[in-house]
């Protein structure tokens, strides 16, 4: 089943296609090997493992990754109930029953859009900066603070705005559904 509203089947090809294809793959390239590539003074294998992990408590492509799956899942669950119910598209606006459903499956996804907005900023910032200062104090070191090399950070601060951007295109695309199905509701029914 398609989504009931041309702006929902943009989402859907701008969310399904770009957004994986630009983190599938140029995500790959940009933060693939991250962890190897991170190295600390003095460069020792320990120090720059505990580093890293305190650097990225959790991966940007895994956090992107668990976006686009819970993202997809208010979605996912509308259109497997339509199908359960055989409800077409025109059902949906036809039917306001369907058509608030349909609209808490759009308000979820942009809950959740927010929520992820929320925690790239908390984890990741909007600036990868070249240096980063670890805190190793917990290893027992005689020294306290290190300097650690984070590679290629001019790369990561432009995909970590492109990921912004997806993501408010997304929430943007969202409202415009939300106004698209309200609107043709509201015709409708002033057609009957």
């Not at 399904?16 to 693939?32: D, E, I, T």
């Not at 590539?37 to 460069?43: E, G, Q, V």
């Not at 369907?98 to 809950?111: D, H």
């Not at 992820?116 to 910032?125: D, K, M, R, T």
Request: net charge positive; glycine share 4%.
């Amino acid at each position: 089943m398609k989504p009931p509203t041309v702006i929902g089947q943009f989402h859907t090809l701008f969310f399904g296609s770009v957004r994986m294809f630009f983190l599938g793959v140029l995500g790959f390239a940009v933060y693939g090997n991250e962890a190897l590539h991170f190295s600390c003074d003095p460069d020792k294998r320990e120090i720059n493992l505990f580093c890293y992990n305190q650097f990225r408590p959790i991966t940007p492509q895994v956090f992107w990754a668990l976006q686009l799956v819970i993202v997809l899942v208010p979605g996912a669950i509308f259109h497997l109930y339509a199908a359960c119910k055989r409800i077409n598209q025109e059902c949906i606006l036809q039917k306001p029953i369907y058509t608030v459903i349909y609209i808490l499956s759009v308000l979820l996804r942009i809950s959740l859009e927010v929520v992820a907005f929320w925690l790239q900023i908390h984890l990741f910032g909007f600036q990868v900066k070249p240096l980063y200062l670890c805190d190793v104090v917990s290893l027992g070191k005689k020294f306290t603070i290190i300097k650690c090399m984070v590679p290629e950070h001019f790369e990561k601060t432009i995909f970590l705005i492109a990921m912004y951007t997806f993501t408010v295109i997304t929430i943007v695309l969202c409202v415009a559904e939300i106004f698209e199905i309200t609107l043709r509701r509201y015709c409708f029914l002033i057609r009957q």
